[in-house]
């Protein structure tokens, strides 16, 4: 569920991928992010990484099964929130296999 303060956009997303956020998913976290102006920012017990940013995400060692959060804010946020919640969900497929 996508909630709305002000003008930050935040949504709850689990870690489907059983290896958590290597190298290779923040990777295309990182690039995906890079396309939009909004500040996106994902938090992960109680840190904070830019998701423009492979090192930051990388350094949330981010498990599976773990609960982020996605803030995002900006004139191009909910375009930014649909593609970054897409990549997550499509980061495995239906037998949980990882498809990048």
Same mark, same amino acid.
């Given at each position: 569920?996508t909630t709305?303060?002000?003008?930050?956009?935040?949504?709850s997303i689990r870690?489907?991928?059983?290896?958590?956020l290597? *190298?290779?998913?923040?990777a295309? #976290?990182?690039?995906? @992010?890079?396309q939009f102006? %909004?500040?996106?920012? $994902?938090i992960?017990?109680?840190k904070?990484?830019? *998701?423009k940013?492979?090192l930051d #995400?990388?350094?949330l @060692?981010?498990?599976?099964? %773990?609960?982020i959060t $996605?803030q995002?804010?900006?004139?191009?946020?909910?375009e930014a929130m649909?593609?970054?919640?897409t990549?997550f969900?499509?980061?495995v497929?239906?037998?949980?296999?990882?498809?990048?």
């Amino acid at each position: 569920m996508t909630t709305q303060r002000d003008d930050t956009l935040e949504r709850s997303i689990r870690v489907k991928n059983k290896m958590g956020l290597h *190298a290779r998913p923040a990777a295309l #976290i990182a690039q995906t @992010a890079q396309q939009f102006q %909004a500040d996106i920012v $994902i938090i992960a017990d109680n840190k904070q990484a830019n *998701a423009k940013s492979i090192l930051d #995400i990388l350094c949330l @060692a981010i498990p599976y099964k %773990a609960i982020i959060t $996605i803030q995002i804010r900006g004139h191009d946020a909910r375009e930014a929130m649909e593609h970054i919640h897409t990549l997550f969900e499509h980061l495995v497929d239906k037998k949980d296999r990882m498809i990048i």
